[in-house]
């Protein structure tokens, strides 16, 4: 057996190997982009994966321009470029040289774009869905791994802003196999017994697979079901989820989601005691302007001398009550002069009326019986009828024998025609 090697020995032959193997010292590897980020320093680190296995990459930012210039998540990649085992961490990664974009998206990116429309056309992301976070909940509920910093935050910032503010963890795995559905239980759990008033339901940050589970549609329907507010505070500020759209609140960080769930206490205090005071203030303000308005009205003479007030005002109420009927007698008299005025030249009026009417009449009595055919017959005359009722008007109407009647002013007679004269003319 040869001597044992110290830790960077090992590593370093590790990475002999590599570059003396012709068929690992530059190799071209497929795979889909995840947890991509670029640093200050112009490297970028992130893995490559397809669906049984995954490797961490390293682009250097002297390689940057051999790459696409935006990498997006799930982006479909060939990686050309040499395998490395980093010595101080022995981390094993594959260095980039050169980065070519293949056709397509990855299958989580396609899989979140799809179930994102469909939940959309559904009106799961709708303004009008989201429910009010309370102002002061009595228990807040976080749905979140027991391990971590994120309940470590979370516990801190809820104890910092509101202290005694009661604090429920419904523990779950929040990445892995299956772990959608045991989130989404959580939450089913904290509604069924109605644990809290607010839900938090979070983890940190990751890759595209290690957020899955809240991209997974029975995750985005138990937060979409859950009568308790649900804030959402998955991921870095960056990452957005499934469970980001659906919930009634979306925080960048688990320890904002903590900063919205709850007030600051001693903030509500300060308030309480402000309006305390300004009310004490406004009730202060408002008894020195009432006792000052008491004291204007007892120095009134009313108040001082009421006799001699009441007494004043009885001689000028006895006055007035003189100038009053003095008035009243004038204004009667003057009325009852008015009055028998208008009674005569009312009187005259319908006296000059009727004798208008009464002439008239007169006279158009005189007209009517100058035309009446009785006043004719009165003087003399007399008008013929024959026996059919004819009137005989012409002397040619009548011939000899003919029957007639002859009417007089107070009677007939009938008469027999014995010579018409005007035969034969």
Same mark, same amino acid.
């Given at each position: 057996?040869?001597?044992? /090697?110290?830790? $960077? *020995? #090992?590593?370093?032959?590790?990475?002999?190997?590599?570059?003396?193997?012709?068929?690992?010292?530059?190799?071209?590897?497929?795979?889909?982009?995840?947890?991509?980020?670029?640093?200050?320093?112009?490297?970028?680190? #992130?893995?490559?994966?397809?669906?049984?296995?995954?490797?961490?990459?390293?682009?250097?930012?002297?390689?940057?321009?051999?790459?696409?210039?935006?990498?997006?998540?799930?982006?479909?990649?060939?990686?050309?470029?040499?395998?490395?085992?980093?010595?101080?961490?022995?981390? #094993?990664? /594959?260095?980039?040289?050169?980065?070519?974009?293949?056709?397509?998206?990855?299958?989580?990116?396609? &899989?979140?774009?799809?179930?994102?429309?469909?939940?959309?056309?559904?009106?799961?992301?709708?303004?009008?869905?989201?429910?009010?976070?309370?102002?002061?909940?009595?228990?807040?509920?976080?749905?979140?791994?027991? &391990?971590?910093?994120?309940?470590?935050?979370?516990?801190?910032?809820?104890?910092?802003?509101?202290?005694?503010?009661?604090?429920?963890?419904?523990?779950?795995?929040?990445?892995?196999?299956?772990?959608?559905?045991?989130?989404?239980?959580?939450?089913?759990?904290?509604?069924? @017994?109605? $644990?809290?008033?607010?839900?938090?339901?979070?983890?940190?940050?990751?890759? @595209?697979?290690? $957020?899955?589970?809240?991209?997974?549609?029975?995750?985005?329907?138990?937060?979409?079901?859950?009568?308790?507010?649900?804030?959402?505070?998955?991921?870095?500020?960056?990452?957005?989820?499934?469970?980001?759209?659906?919930?009634?609140?979306?925080?960048?960080?688990?320890?904002?989601?903590?900063? @919205?769930?709850?007030?600051?206490?001693?903030? /509500?205090?300060?308030?309480?005691?402000?309006?305390?005071?300004?009310?004490?203030?406004?009730?202060?303000? %408002?008894?020195?302007?009432?006792?000052?308005?008491?004291?204007?009205?007892?120095?009134?003479?009313?108040? &001082?001398?009421?006799?001699?007030?009441?007494?004043?005002?009885?001689?000028?109420?006895?006055?007035?009550?003189?100038?009053?009927?003095?008035?009243? *007698?004038?204004?009667?008299?003057?009325?009852?002069?008015?009055?028998?005025?208008?009674?005569?030249?009312?009187?005259?009026?319908?006296?000059?009326?009727?004798?208008?009417?009464?002439?008239?009449?007169?006279?158009?009595?005189?007209?009517?019986?100058?035309?009446?055919?009785?006043?004719?017959?009165?003087?003399?005359?007399?008008?013929?009828?024959?026996?059919?009722?004819?009137?005989?008007? %012409?002397?040619?109407? /009548?011939?000899?024998?003919?029957?007639?009647?002859?009417? #007089?002013?107070?009677?007939?007679?009938?008469?027999?025609?014995?010579?018409?004269?005007?035969?034969?003319?």
């Amino acid at each position: 057996m040869s001597e044992p /090697l110290s830790v $960077l *020995e #090992f590593n370093t032959r590790i990475n002999q190997l590599f570059r003396s193997d012709p068929n690992l010292s530059r190799v071209a590897v497929r795979g889909e982009i995840s947890g991509y980020k670029r640093y200050p320093s112009g490297h970028a680190y #992130f893995t490559l994966k397809d669906q049984e296995a995954a490797v961490s990459c390293v682009l250097f930012r002297s390689r940057a321009p051999f790459a696409p210039v935006r990498m997006t998540e799930g982006m479909k990649v060939v990686i050309q470029g040499t395998p490395n085992l980093y010595d101080k961490t022995g981390r #094993f990664q /594959l260095v980039a040289e050169s980065i070519r974009e293949e056709s397509g998206v990855g299958d989580l990116y396609r &899989q979140f774009i799809e179930l994102k429309d469909k939940l959309e056309k559904e009106g799961l992301f709708a303004p009008s869905r989201k429910k009010p976070i309370p102002f002061i909940p009595k228990r807040v509920v976080a749905v979140t791994s027991s &391990q971590g910093a994120v309940i470590r935050d979370i516990i801190h910032v809820i104890q910092r802003r509101f202290p005694g503010m009661r604090l429920i963890l419904v523990e779950t795995p929040v990445q892995g196999a299956g772990a959608e559905h045991l989130i989404a239980s959580a939450i089913e759990t904290a509604n069924r @017994l109605h $644990l809290g008033d607010v839900i938090i339901v979070g983890r940190g940050g990751g890759s @595209l697979e290690d $957020l899955q589970p809240f991209n997974e549609e029975i995750t985005a329907r138990a937060i979409a079901a859950s009568s308790i507010p649900v804030i959402s505070a998955v991921g870095h500020e960056t990452d957005y989820t499934i469970a980001d759209f659906v919930a009634d609140m979306r925080a960048p960080t688990p320890s904002v989601a903590a900063e @919205l769930a709850v007030p600051v206490k001693s903030e /509500l205090l300060q308030r309480v005691d402000e309006r305390a005071a300004a009310l004490e203030q406004a009730m202060l303000n %408002r008894l020195l302007a009432e006792e000052r308005h008491v004291m204007s009205l007892a120095n009134r003479p009313i108040l &001082q001398n009421p006799c001699a007030v009441v007494d004043r005002h009885a001689l000028r109420l006895d006055y007035l009550s003189r100038e009053l009927g003095h008035a009243f *007698e004038k204004r009667f008299t003057r009325e009852h002069h008015v009055t028998e005025r208008l009674s005569r030249q009312l009187k005259e009026s319908m006296r000059q009326y009727i004798n208008k009417v009464s002439y008239q009449h007169t006279a158009l009595r005189r007209a009517i019986e100058a035309l009446s055919p009785y006043a004719i017959l009165s003087r003399g005359y007399a008008v013929l009828r024959k026996k059919d009722g004819d009137w005989v008007t %012409r002397a040619a109407g /009548l011939h000899t024998k003919d029957a007639v009647e002859a009417l #007089f002013s107070d009677g007939s007679v009938e008469l027999e025609v014995t010579r018409a004269l005007n035969e034969g003319r």
